[in-house]
């Protein structure tokens, strides 16, 4: 149980409602398709479930329903495709994972989201090309909800720096959320200064050492 129904949504507009319906569709067909093949090869055929790669398509749907918090689409694409959660990254130049990616949006339908690919065992210690974590990049973004669940799921540690290209840069989350004079072109513009004193108390709260020195 993922725990979307404790949510209370809107009501999206048609269009939307169309476009979940047809993205679950597709997904569903996908896998039904995969089921059919696996009955006429003598397998069981019980696997609602498979493993494969998604069409561009389906990679198109699923990004969508992240970047507009969909989660009722992403859920189903998520319990369609096992693997999902550790084998897609998102087209472009970061080369994020779908657990930083809906980490980076901060919404309780994101934070239900992050919910749904920890219960499924995503990597929290996958890096993207910056060298970020799905919690450097939670706490870069000032997600306060989806930096929570990562903390609390165990896993995720504030002490956690920036490391690229096998170099640990020392800048640790309590850094990047604390200097954005130094950092600005990483911080997010989404958030907000009460975000930021959110991000701060919460590191605190998981004994972030304020006393860590940083190294550029």
């Known amino acids: 149980n993922t725990g979307a129904p404790n949510v209370r949504c809107n009501s999206p507009p048609p269009q939307a409602s169309e476009r979940r319906a047809a993205a ?6 996908s896998a039904t398709g995969a089921t059919s093949k696996q009955g006429r090869s ?5 696997h609602p479930r498979r493993r494969g790669v998604l069409s561009e398509q389906q990679r198109a749907n699923v990004q969508r329903a992240v970047e507009q918090g ?3 689409v992403f859920s189903t694409y998520l319990s369609k495709f096992p693997g999902l959660e550790r084998t897609f990254t998102v087209p472009g130049g970061s080369n994020a994972s779908l657990l930083q ?3 980076s949006f901060n919404t309780a339908n994101h934070a239900m989201m992050t919910g749904m690919l920890l219960k499924a065992k995503a990597d929290t210690q996958y890096r993207d090309r910056a060298g970020d974590t799905a919690l450097l990049v939670a706490v870069r973004e000032q997600s306060v909800e989806c930096a929570r669940m990562l903390l609390e799921a165990g896993g995720c540690s504030p002490q956690e720096c920036r490391s690229r290209g096998g170099e640990t840069r020392l800048w640790t989350a309590l850094h990047l959320i604390m200097m954005p004079d130094i950092y600005r072109e990483g911080l997010s513009e989404r958030g907000s200064p009460a975000q930021a004193l959110q991000i701060v108390k919460l590191l605190c709260d998981h004994n972030a050492d304020i006393n860590a020195a940083s190294r550029d």
């Open 24 to 29: 679950a569709a597709e997904a569903g067909s």
């Open 42 to 46: 003598g397998s069981s055929g019980k």
């Open 70 to 72: 969909e989660w009722q």
């Open 101 to 103: 990616y809906v980490a």
